[in-house]
């Protein structure tokens, strides 16, 4: 299901602009970091969430939002 806020928009970064590249490459090293832990083990499961989480808040500028 894609994401849309309360007006009804949704992000499109299908184009190949810089803005569109460097977005997709950010939230894909994202993904790619909260897939690298042992499913096996709720410790390392717990350290990849809280990695994935740092890596977005620090990119997408959201610590001065949110009051962190």
């Given at each position: ?5 309360k007006?009804?928009?949704s ?9 569109s ?10 993904v790619?970091i909260?897939?690298?832990?042992n ?11 809280e990695r ?10 959201l ?6």
């Amino acid at each position: 299901m894609k994401y849309k806020n309360k007006d009804g928009i949704s992000l499109n970064h299908t184009g190949n602009d810089t803005h569109s590249k460097l977005v997709r490459e950010v939230v894909s090293e994202a993904v790619n970091i909260c897939s690298q832990y042992n499913w096996h083990d709720e410790v390392s499961m717990r350290w990849a969430l809280e990695r994935t989480k740092d890596f977005l808040i620090e990119n997408f500028d959201l610590e001065k939002k949110n009051g962190r």
